[in-house]
């Protein structure tokens, strides 16, 4: 399914190619297992294609009980724009679905290194604005279109919300990024030095997947790969960044949150202290995937319900929230400590 028609295949050393044709399956093993007889059960799940001027590109879509119709999240996996696809982020996009009361449309976009830049943004795009033109299809609610997603996934969210500010595409209702790719690996940010060598992904697998993504070293200065770099903000949904303390790609989420703050982008970003990347789904059910899943899911009810109230994004601007994640449960959310920066 999907993809019959998408005949610009790139030139790929064999090393990368078998490298990459041997670590898909193994990642999908792994997180059949994280996953096996936990997997939280929605009212139905179809597998779909959405046809581009491209490619046919698959989605899986998963929608909750009830009536509708149903805000949607545009779900966009992670895993350096190399490794995953829909199967292995079933758990996580399960979660999202029974949790947050939306549809969810998970969107198996084009991988490198086989198809670099743009294939995947073009994808996300594409789809994104086929989710919203044919929301009744999947009893969604096209005024009501979320983009979410994580690590390479969150680059893909970020990317696509510019990409319908600058070129047109359905109004979001938010975007929701996790530990989101905003920047290129040089120069490193702190936390790409501070955590090198951390736990699920260093600096040296960050440089590897983005040799893999690029062409060439220069396109890292398109906004469209590295959104970090994009030269204003303002007009950009508001926005949930979530990112891990012990992470390369911590500093760098944290900036583009601080960016959008900056530009007048109502924006909550929230740190999750002692974890590593990845913690959200890749780790299985775990109690710390929870309390990202529950945050996700309190903030999306609020914007919903902004959404609903047609409030202009100006009129709900206020200081970004910096802050440490959670400790508990959304329900005992009063006991926040704030750590705003200044």
Not at 215 to 223: G, H, M, R, T, V
Not at 224 to 236: D, I, K, M, N, Q
Not at 256 to 275: F, H, I, K, N, W
Request: glycine share 8%.
């Amino acid at each position: 399914m999907g993809r019959m028609r998408d005949t610009r295949i790139a030139r790929v050393p064999l090393r990368s190619l078998l490298l990459v044709r041997f670590m898909r399956p193994v990642v999908r093993l792994a997180q059949y297992f994280l996953w096996r007889g936990k997997l939280p059960e929605v009212a139905q799940i179809e597998d779909r294609s959405v046809e581009t001027p491209d490619v046919d590109v698959p989605i899986r879509v998963y929608t909750p009980e009830g009536d509708g119709r149903f805000p949607i999240l545009v779900f966009f996996h992670g895993s350096g724009f190399v490794i995953c696809d829909l199967d292995t982020h079933d758990g996580l996009c399960r979660d999202l679905c029974l949790h947050t009361g939306c549809v969810v449309v998970s969107v198996d976009y084009r991988l490198s290194p086989e198809h670099k830049f743009p294939a995947a943004t073009d994808d996300c795009h594409a789809v994104t604005c086929w989710v919203a033109e044919h929301a009744a299809e999947i009893n969604g609610d096209g005024r009501t279109v979320f983009v979410i997603g994580d690590s390479a996934g969150g680059n893909m969210a970020a990317v696509t919300a510019l990409r319908i500010r600058d070129r047109g595409g359905p109004p979001l209702a938010g975007q929701v990024l996790i530990y989101p790719v905003t920047d290129y690996h040089t120069p490193p940010s702190a936390s790409y030095l501070e955590n090198a060598h951390a736990k699920r992904l260093t600096r040296k697998q960050m440089i590897w997947f983005w040799r893999q993504y690029l062409s060439e070293p220069a396109e890292a200065e398109n906004p469209y790969v590295s959104p970090l770099r994009a030269s204003r903000f303002e007009g950009l949904p508001p926005a949930l960044v979530l990112t891990a303390e012990r992470d390369p790609l911590r500093d760098e989420g944290e900036c583009y949150a601080t960016r959008l703050e900056d530009a007048g982008v109502p924006t909550q970003s929230s740190r999750y202290r002692g974890l590593y990347h990845g913690f959200l789904g890749l780790e299985g059910p775990t109690a710390d995937h929870r309390r990202g899943v529950d945050e996700i899911s309190a903030w999306i009810e609020k914007a919903v319900d902004a959404r609903n109230s047609a409030k202009p994004h100006a009129s709900q601007a206020r200081p970004r929230q910096q802050r440490d994640a959670p400790l508990n449960p959304p329900e005992s959310r009063d006991g926040l400590e704030s750590n705003d920066r200044g």
